[in-house]
Nanobody, 122 residues
Framework: QVQLVESGGGLVQPGGSLRLSCAAS????????MGWYRQVPGKQRELVAS???????NYGAFVKEKFTISRDNAKNMAYLQMSDLKPEDTAVYYC????????????????WGQGTQVTVSS
């Protein structure tokens, strides 16, 4: 059974920084792409950043160099460094693993974490 668990969310003042972590546990042979998404009530979930195993990165249009994604393929982990946070960055941040291979014959699935709340407020 594979699980994605996010951590690192919380309350931060405007202009502050947070680092989110996502850990994939269970039987994981490899993960093609790991990404971060966010969602606020009443709105669609949107891409923040994603990164392939080979290092190709895609950022959401709103990111504007405030956020940096990284991953540790050996540990099946992904990170999101967020800086200069603003109240509009308040959301639940979700980790997604795409093309996660769980067997030696290449069976793959996509997984979502449960999300971690990020609140930017003074």
């Amino acid at each position: 059974q594979v699980q994605l668990v996010e951590s690192g969310g919380g309350l931060v003042q405007p202009g502050g920084s947070l680092r989110l972590s996502c850990a994939a546990s269970g039987t994981v042979f490899s993960i093609f792409e790991m990404g971060w998404y966010r969602q606020v009530p009443g709105k669609q979930r949107e891409l923040v950043a994603s990164m392939t195993k080979g290092g190709r990165i895609n950022y959401g249009a709103f990111v504007k160099e405030k956020f940096t994604i990284s991953r540790d393929n050996a540990k099946n982990m992904a990170y999101l460094q967020m800086s200069d946070l603003k109240p509009e960055d308040t959301a639940v941040y979700y980790c997604k693993a795409e093309g996660l291979i769980t067997t030696s014959w290449g069976e793959e699935h996509d997984y979502w974490g449960q999300g971690t709340q990020v609140t930017v407020s003074s």
